[in-house]
Protein backbone atom coordinates (compact mmCIF):
# COMPACT_ATOMS: atom_id res chain seq x y z
CA UNK A 1 0.00 0.00 0.00
CA UNK A 2 1.47 3.78 -0.84
CA UNK A 3 -0.72 7.15 0.43
CA UNK A 4 0.36 9.69 -1.60
CA UNK A 5 -0.31 13.62 -0.28
CA UNK A 6 -0.27 16.16 -2.76
CA UNK A 7 0.32 19.72 -2.06
CA UNK A 8 1.45 23.31 -3.47
CA UNK A 9 -1.66 24.40 -5.79
CA UNK A 10 -3.31 27.21 -5.88
CA UNK A 11 -4.84 30.25 -8.03
CA UNK A 12 -2.06 32.03 -10.05
CA UNK A 13 -2.09 34.27 -13.33
CA UNK A 14 -1.45 33.33 -16.21
CA UNK A 15 2.61 33.13 -16.97
CA UNK A 16 2.97 32.43 -13.76
CA UNK A 17 4.69 29.28 -11.68
CA UNK A 18 3.53 26.65 -9.05
CA UNK A 19 5.28 23.85 -7.83
CA UNK A 20 3.63 21.00 -7.02
CA UNK A 21 4.81 18.55 -4.30
CA UNK A 22 3.60 14.57 -3.69
CA UNK A 23 4.52 12.93 -0.78
CA UNK A 24 4.92 9.14 -0.15
CA UNK A 25 4.38 6.80 2.58
CA UNK A 26 4.35 2.79 2.70
CA UNK A 27 6.13 0.58 -0.11
CA UNK A 28 9.61 1.83 -1.34
CA UNK A 29 9.34 4.78 -3.27
CA UNK A 30 11.59 4.13 -5.87
CA UNK A 31 10.23 1.09 -6.80
CA UNK A 32 7.35 3.15 -8.87
CA UNK A 33 7.28 5.04 -11.54
CA UNK A 34 5.81 8.22 -10.48
CA UNK A 35 3.39 10.38 -12.77
CA UNK A 36 1.53 13.16 -12.42
CA UNK A 37 -2.42 13.45 -14.18
CA UNK A 38 -4.88 16.20 -14.41
CA UNK A 39 -8.87 16.71 -14.47
CA UNK A 40 -10.32 19.60 -15.48
CA UNK A 41 -14.32 20.27 -15.07
CA UNK A 42 -16.16 18.14 -17.60
CA UNK A 43 -13.16 16.40 -18.79
CA UNK A 44 -11.50 12.97 -18.30
CA UNK A 45 -8.63 12.41 -16.29
CA UNK A 46 -5.29 13.18 -18.09
CA UNK A 47 -2.21 12.23 -18.58
CA UNK A 48 0.82 14.93 -18.08
CA UNK A 49 4.02 13.65 -17.03
CA UNK A 50 6.03 10.64 -15.77
CA UNK A 51 9.20 9.53 -14.57
CA UNK A 52 11.00 6.90 -14.24
CA UNK A 53 11.73 5.06 -10.91
CA UNK A 54 16.00 5.39 -10.54
CA UNK A 55 17.75 6.87 -13.23
CA UNK A 56 14.72 9.84 -13.54
CA UNK A 57 13.47 9.52 -17.45
CA UNK A 58 10.76 11.67 -18.28
CA UNK A 59 7.76 11.66 -19.96
CA UNK A 60 5.53 14.82 -20.83
CA UNK A 61 2.07 15.48 -22.12
CA UNK A 62 2.76 17.44 -25.66
CA UNK A 63 0.87 20.59 -24.67
CA UNK A 64 3.18 20.94 -21.55
CA UNK A 65 6.74 20.23 -22.26
CA UNK A 66 9.38 22.57 -22.57
CA UNK A 67 6.83 24.47 -19.37
CA UNK A 68 6.42 21.74 -17.01
CA UNK A 69 9.08 19.70 -15.61
CA UNK A 70 8.76 16.07 -12.84
CA UNK A 71 11.34 15.19 -10.93
CA UNK A 72 11.60 12.91 -8.21
CA UNK A 73 13.49 12.81 -4.50
CA UNK A 74 13.99 9.36 -3.50
CA UNK A 75 15.52 10.03 -0.47
CA UNK A 76 12.59 12.20 0.98
CA UNK A 77 9.96 10.14 -0.96
CA UNK A 78 8.95 12.46 -3.01
CA UNK A 79 7.64 13.81 -6.44
CA UNK A 80 7.38 17.38 -8.22
CA UNK A 81 6.20 19.00 -10.84
CA UNK A 82 7.52 22.41 -11.54
CA UNK A 83 5.21 24.46 -13.97
CA UNK A 84 5.93 27.34 -15.58
CA UNK A 85 4.40 29.47 -18.05
CA UNK A 86 0.86 28.71 -16.67
CA UNK A 87 -2.13 28.94 -19.21
CA UNK A 88 -5.66 29.46 -17.97
CA UNK A 89 -6.13 25.69 -20.18
CA UNK A 90 -3.84 24.58 -17.04
CA UNK A 91 -6.37 24.92 -14.49
CA UNK A 92 -7.47 21.54 -13.41
CA UNK A 93 -7.26 19.01 -9.80
CA UNK A 94 -3.81 17.79 -10.02
CA UNK A 95 -2.96 14.21 -8.71
CA UNK A 96 -0.08 12.43 -8.40
CA UNK A 97 0.27 8.83 -8.53
CA UNK A 98 2.59 5.38 -8.53
CA UNK A 99 2.50 2.39 -11.22
CA UNK A 100 4.50 -0.57 -9.65
CA UNK A 101 5.44 -1.29 -13.25
CA UNK A 102 8.75 -1.92 -15.44
CA UNK A 103 8.28 1.28 -18.09
CA UNK A 104 7.05 4.64 -17.92
CA UNK A 105 2.95 4.73 -18.83
CA UNK A 106 0.91 7.51 -19.88
CA UNK A 107 -2.18 5.35 -19.32
CA UNK A 108 -4.36 5.51 -16.03
CA UNK A 109 -4.95 2.07 -15.59
CA UNK A 110 -1.45 1.50 -15.17
CA UNK A 111 -1.42 3.12 -11.77
CA UNK A 112 -2.58 1.37 -8.62
CA UNK A 113 -2.30 4.17 -6.24
CA UNK A 114 -3.46 7.99 -6.36
CA UNK A 115 -3.25 10.64 -4.20
CA UNK A 116 -6.51 13.18 -3.38
CA UNK A 117 -5.56 16.00 -5.83
CA UNK A 118 -4.55 19.61 -5.55
CA UNK A 119 -6.33 22.26 -7.48
CA UNK A 120 -4.50 24.58 -10.21
CA UNK A 121 -6.41 27.65 -11.03
CA UNK A 122 -4.82 30.18 -13.58
CA UNK A 123 -6.62 33.13 -14.18
CA UNK A 124 -6.59 34.91 -17.65
Known amino acids: QVLLVESGGGLVQAGGSLRLSCAASGRIFSSFIMGWFRQAPGKEREFVAAISRIRGNTYYKDSVKGRFTISRDNAKNTVYLQMNSLKPEDTAVYYC?????????????????WGQGTQVSVSS
Open 97 to 113: AADPGEMISSQRSDYNY
